[in-house]
């Protein structure tokens, strides 16, 4: 036996456990429950005009509501003010609730998105809210004259607010 074996082998099997580390702590950095997207907004959330807080804001298209094509995590804004519904993606918008052909849910490991349909548009905004609870919450402050489709009807039954 060289002497090289015995020095290189022990540092050899050293790295790879250094490497395995890396990757544990990597996984369990990535699949640690956020707090921020779980817990249920506060009472009065939004009333008056003011922001709701949004996780991400999309824009799609209709017909593929899962395809973005733009996102915005850094400064996303969606409110509910009067008969408007401001939104920033891009840049800030503003449509009247009336312009709304219909809000849809779609919903998937760690988001909770709500997808207002414009009667004028190929476009959609889409809003990830988080959970479900917050869902719920955003939807009851909807005017009825809002149409939900079926499955944002039974996200806003299913919860008790």
Not at 1 to 23: C, K, R, S, T
Not at 24 to 35: E, F, G, I, T, V
Request: proline fraction near 6%; charged fraction near 15%; glycine fraction near 6%.
């Amino acid at each position: 036996m060289d002497w090289e074996y015995i020095v290189l082998a022990p540092l050899v099997i050293g790295f790879q456990a250094f490497v395995l580390w890396m990757v544990y702590r990597l996984w369990k950095h990535l699949n640690k429950q956020r707090a921020c997207a779980t817990t249920p907004y506060a009472p009065g959330t939004g009333l008056n005009g003011a922001n709701i807080p949004v996780l991400a804001t999309f824009v799609g298209i209709r017909v593929l509501p899962w395809v973005a094509l733009a996102s915005n995590n850094l400064n996303p804004v969606l409110r509910i003010d009067g008969e408007n519904l401001v939104y920033r993606v891009l840049r800030q918008q503003q449509r009247l609730l009336s312009s709304v052909l219909q809000v849809d849910v779609r919903s998937a490991y760690g988001t909770f998105n709500l997808i207002f349909e414009f009667r004028d548009s190929p476009m959609t905004f889409i809003a990830n809210l988080g959970s479900p609870e917050r869902g719920a919450y955003v939807l009851s402050m909807l005017p009825a004259s809002v149409t939900l489709s079926e499955r944002a009807q039974a996200a806003k039954i299913a919860l008790p607010l």
